[in-house]
């Protein structure tokens, strides 16, 4: 694995597997994780 990808959370919409694909640093895919699962999203 490259380490690009082990830096990064990539995510796309899993129905369009060509469309495109957001990246975030891991602080900010954490910080989204956890204010959804606080109710806050």
């Not at 694995?1 to 891991?26: E, H, N, Y």
């Not at 895919?29 to 109710?39: I, K, P």
């Amino acid at each position: 694995m490259s380490r690009w990808r082990q830096t990064r959370s990539c995510i796309r919409d899993s129905k369009d597997k060509a469309g495109p694909v957001l990246t975030f640093a891991p602080a900010a895919w954490s910080a989204f994780v956890r204010s959804v699962a606080l109710g806050e999203g």
